[in-house]
C-alpha cells in the first residue's frame, strides 16, 4: 500500500467489501428454493421450450412447448418430460401443440416432486384437469379430475336446462374463472393429500340475452383413493338476462 493515503486505502477495503457482499448475494439467488433451476444440459428436442413455470421443485420435470412458428402450420404436441436423463413420460392432449402464451397451452402445478396438475388455459377458464402421479421417471396414475367434475355439471345442464328448453342444446357446459377478489378462492389447490376445487360453469358466459344457466362445485378430490369428497354441488338460477 506504499504510496497511498489513508483515504485510498479505506477506499480499497471499501470495494473490496462491496465486491465480496455481491457475489455472495448473486449464489444466494441463485441457490434459491424458490425458484426451481432447469436441470443443465437438458437435451430437449429441437423446436421445442421448456417451460419454466411447469418446473418441478426438484427442476427434473417440466412441460414442453413448441415453439412458435407459421401460424398455419400444426405444431408437434405439448410433453411432459424428464429433463436429466431426458425422456418423454407423456404426451398433453390429442390435438396439435400450444406454445407458451398461446389460449389453450398446457399448465401444471406441482405437488412435491411426484405429483403434477395439468390443466389447459381455455378462453373462459380452465379445461382437462388431470393429475398425473410420476414414479421411478414414469406416469404411474392419471386422474382423471375433470372427468368427473364435468359429468357432474352435464347432468344438471340437461336435466335442469335443456329439459326446459330443448333449443338450446347448442351451448353446453362453460368452466370460469371468477378472477381475483377478497373473497374469491383458487378453482383449486393442493392440501396434502387432497385437492380442493371451487368451480363455477356459465352454458353463455358472453352474456348473451337467450336463457341462461349456471352452477357451482365446492369439493375434495382424494389423491390417495383418486374419488371426489365433500361434494356440494350449487345449482344455479334459470333466467334470462336482460337486454340493455
Keep these: 500500500m506504499r504510496g497511498?493515503?489513508?483515504d485510498d486505502v479505506k477506499a480499497l477495503i471499501f470495494v473490496f467489501v462491496l465486491c465480496f457482499f455481491d457475489g455472495l448475494m448473486l449464489r444466494a439467488e441463485e441457490a434459491s428454493?424458490?425458484?426451481?433451476?432447469?436441470?443443465?444440459n437438458a437435451d430437449i428436442p429441437k423446436g421445442y421450450e421448456i417451460g419454466e413455470k411447469s418446473l418441478s421443485p426438484n427442476g427434473r420435470f417440466a412441460i414442453l412447448y413448441p415453439i412458435r412458428g407459421d401460424d398455419s402450420a400444426e405444431l408437434p404436441p405439448n410433453l411432459l418430460v424428464c429433463l436429466k436423463p431426458y425422456s418423454v413420460l407423456t404426451r398433453i392432449g390429442t390435438e396439435g401443440g400450444r406454445w407458451q402464451?398461446?389460449?389453450g397451452?398446457?399448465?401444471a402445478k406441482w405437488n412435491g416432486n411426484s405429483i403434477v396438475a395439468i390443466w389447459v388455459a381455455a378462453r373462459w377458464g380452465m379445461e382437462d384437469l388431470a393429475i398425473y402421479?410420476?414414479?421411478a421417471d414414469e406416469i404411474k396414475r392419471i386422474q382423471p379430475v375433470w372427468r368427473r367434475v364435468w359429468l357432474l355439471f352435464d347432468r344438471d345442464f340437461r336435466e335442469r336446462f335443456l329439459s326446459k328448453y330443448p333449443d338450446e342444446k347448442g351451448s353446453g357446459v362453460i368452466f370460469v374463472s371468477?378472477?381475483?377478489g377478497p373473497d374469491s378462492k383458487p378453482e383449486f389447490e393442493f392440501k396434502g393429500h387432497k385437492m380442493l376445487l371451487n368451480l363455477f360453469a356459465d352454458n353463455k358466459p358472453n352474456l348473451s340475452i337467450t336463457p341462461h344457466w349456471t352452477a357451482s362445485l365446492h369439493a375434495v378430490w382424494n389423491l390417495d383413493t383418486a374419488e371426489l369428497e365433500n361434494v356440494e354441488f350449487r345449482p344455479g338460477p334459470i333466467e334470462e338476462r336482460p337486454h340493455y
Design 178 to 180: 371468477k378472477g381475483e
Design 101 to 103: 402464451g398461446a389460449r
Design 133 to 135: 402421479e410420476i414414479e
Design 105 to 107: 397451452e398446457p399448465l
Design 33 to 40: 428454493p424458490g425458484k426451481p433451476a432447469v436441470q443443465s
Design 4 to 6: 497511498l493515503g489513508k
